[in-house]
């Protein structure tokens, strides 16, 4: 695998995030942050904590 393919993520055509996003584009990082390492980990971490937030919001 290409060092720079492991830090992105694709958007494929029955992603929820179609309604947002465009199929082709490319996630590059997360809150203005680029993935440093594995994007599946940092964002999937990213998803994680988001999740949690929302979860506690009353």
Not at 21 to 38: M, T
């Amino acid at each position: 695998m290409v060092t720079s393919d492991a830090r992105q993520i694709k958007v494929a055509e029955d992603s929820p995030a179609i309604r947002i996003l465009r199929v082709g584009d490319v996630i590059l990082g997360v809150n203005v942050k680029l993935f440093s390492y594995d994007s599946r980990t940092e964002f999937g971490k990213k998803l994680t904590i988001a999740g949690e937030k929302a979860v506690s919001v009353p």
